[in-house]
């Protein structure tokens, strides 16, 4: 819990002048399971995610309810856990309306919004993300006590462990200082997983005997996953997605079989459906489960929409879409932009592809095709 409040502490890109006003948003959301507790939180830029998952065998008591609250972990709560011995028990108490721990008292309070972006974005990056190295307790010390410096590396397996190098292979970790946060749990670890997809976002998944640590990082360091795209092609979603949702448990990952029985839909009309939900926060991704978990945000989800500008575009763009053969042509700033085969022919397509999520022309042909 202090490595995760030390990460919504963090100002890995901000200006300084905004630096007060962030600190005082600094407040991990709190999920309850049907047998374990989830805690997540932003970096004040929003490029770096954390989430620590307190399991089962952590855990002794009643589950009274199910549910998401968040709190403020002040300094009050941050000198209480620094008080705890390892091996020590401690009273837990989470629910509607806060949190006690160690005889300490956190009140629920408003989330900013931005962290609704924030959210969905980083959820919307763990399901594309794949496994791509493993190491064991030893060789997940020596990498996180020998970390130096603070700009972007490549990570690559080094025998039975990891190593970062300049050259171009293996994973890319922009911000290594990011990755020193790992340190305060290292010695806790007895491994450590380290998940990325081509778009360029990668995570950190230490193993603990009663917990996991999982971090995940943006492309870049003045990247906030904020300010990502790859939501929205299930933003334009048609699934049925309210069937799923009234379908939804509080188990520690949810099954697709099951939510298909429960929803009387297919399992992969259930797939898309919850990648539709998890655009809109109601769902979380567990990399090491390989799959999505429950929880409500406490936000009214109709504002995901009106937070991604190049949606709203493409919803003005959706009446002049034009189909010759099949090539679409969307009109742009002077030009006709063609759409062959999840390609197009604008600017913004040129600098990023899809590592940002679709152009506002793809978007619209993506409507039109939607539309009855």
């Given at each position: ?356 999520g679709p152009c506002k022309h793809i978007l619209a042909v993506e409507l039109w095709r939607d539309e009855p």
């Amino acid at each position: 819990m202090l490595a995760l409040s030390r990460v919504v502490r963090s100002r890995f890109h901000t200006p300084a002048a905004m630096l007060a006003r962030i600190l005082r948003e600094a407040d991990p959301v709190i999920t309850c399971g049907v047998d374990r507790l989830r805690l997540e939180g932003f970096s004040a830029c929003c490029s770096a995610y954390a989430r620590v998952d307190l399991q089962p065998e952590a855990l002794d008591g009643a589950w009274l309810s199910h549910g998401t609250t968040n709190v403020d972990f002040n300094a009050e709560m941050r000198a209480a856990l620094t008080t705890l011995q390892e091996g020590e028990k401690c009273a837990l108490t989470v629910g509607r309306e806060g949190l006690e721990l160690a005889g300490v008292r956190e009140e629920k309070v408003p989330l900013p919004l931005r962290w609704l972006k924030g959210f969905v974005e980083a959820q919307a990056h763990q399901a594309r993300m794949q496994l791509k190295y493993e190491v064991d307790a030893t060789e997940t010390r020596r990498f996180l006590r020998e970390l130096r410096g603070e700009k972007d590396a490549y990570l690559t397996s080094a025998g039975k462990g990891l190593r970062l190098s300049q050259v171009k292979s293996g994973v890319a970790v922009a911000g290594v200082g990011r990755l020193k946060v790992l340190q305060d749990v290292a010695r806790h670890a007895r491994g450590m997983r380290v998940y990325a997809h081509d778009g360029g976002a990668c995570a950190f998944s230490l193993q603990m005997p009663e917990a996991r640590f999982v971090l995940v990082l943006s492309p870049e360091v003045w990247r906030g996953f904020s300010g990502e795209g790859q939501v929205l092609e299930q933003l334009v979603s048609e699934a049925s997605w309210e069937r799923v949702r009234s379908s939804l448990t509080w188990q520690p990952v949810l099954s697709l079989e099951e939510l298909s029985r429960r929803a009387e839909l297919p399992p992969d009309e259930v797939r898309r459906a919850l990648a539709w939900l998890g655009s809109r926060g109601v769902v979380g991704y567990d990399l090491d489960l390989g799959g999505w978990f429950h929880r409500t945000l406490p936000y009214d989800y109709t504002l995901v929409e009106a937070m991604h500008p190049r949606l709203q575009a493409a919803r003005k763009l959706v009446d002049r879409v034009r189909r010759e053969g099949s090539d679409f042509w969307v009109p742009g700033t002077d030009v006709e932009h063609r759409i062959r085969e999840g390609r197009c022919t604008c600017p913004w397509f040129s600098q990023h592809g899809t590592e940002r999520g679709p152009c506002k022309h793809i978007l619209a042909v993506e409507l039109w095709r939607d539309e009855p």
